[in-house]
């Protein structure tokens, strides 16, 4: 009896690290895309869509316009959040395996790297000039949006839906990133939020929409007002 207790522990001792292997293989087959995606992950989605009609672009690995676009039509398509992102449930709606992703903000600190840097490249393009405060007040606005009921769910889809940021529209989001931009970003992950709730900032010395105006106004920090 005890011979085949002590076979079966080390049976499941065996079986252990390759469960865990499994789930890291398939957490690995479906990262989270968004618009500035590379790789043959890219490739995979771009493939489906074009075999089921959504897409007439190149299969190049290059999640661009025509990506997005088709992403977003797919969606649409399918009754899933018209966000442009391929998360978890877009892989499964293309007939991929899905998993379960690791939150990018769990107990008050980042527990993933990609929203870090993601966060910090939309940091670098809004705020790069910005006292240090003011480039965590950006990336708070992110993560507050997230959280309110008439924003997308996650950072990529806050960060790039359409008509959100400038720095996207330009593509100053892609400028090369600074050591305090990502410090930033993980300070707002863990909760530091300078604005008080801010879902809106904008530099009142440039041109932007009246209706930004209208917004009740919180605080100034650098130079830009945030406001909810």
Do not use: C
């Not at 989605?45 to 316009?65: E, H, K, M, N, S």
């Amino acid at each position: 009896m005890r011979r085949s207790v002590k076979v079966a522990f080390m049976v499941l001792l065996l079986l252990l690290p390759l469960a865990f292997w499994g789930a890291e293989r398939a957490r690995a087959q479906n990262p989270t895309l968004y618009w500035g995606s590379t790789g043959w992950h890219v490739m995979r989605v771009q493939q489906r869509l074009a075999q089921w009609g959504y897409y007439d672009g190149p299969i190049d690995g290059v999640f661009g316009y025509q990506t997005w676009k088709a992403v977003r039509y797919f969606q649409w398509k399918n009754g899933l959040a018209v966000d442009g992102v391929v998360g978890p449930a877009t892989w499964a709606a293309l007939g991929f395996p899905s998993y379960t992703p690791t939150p990018a903000v769990s107990r008050g600190y980042a527990t993933d790297r990609d929203a870090v840097l993601l966060l910090a490249r939309l940091i670098m393009g809004e705020a790069a000039d910005e006292p240090f405060e003011g480039k965590v007040a950006v990336g708070a606005v992110v993560l507050n949006r997230m959280r309110h009921p008439g924003f997308p769910k996650t950072i990529p889809g806050v960060i790039f839906q359409p008509g959100a940021f400038e720095s996207v529209s330009n593509g100053q989001i892609w400028r090369p990133l600074s050591p305090e931009a990502v410090r930033a970003a993980e300070l707002a992950l863990a909760g530091w939020d300078p604005t008080g709730g801010a879902l809106y900032f904008w530099n009142p010395a440039k041109a932007v929409s009246p209706w930004v105006w209208t917004r009740t106004i919180i605080t100034r920090i650098g130079n830009h007002v945030f406001a909810r």
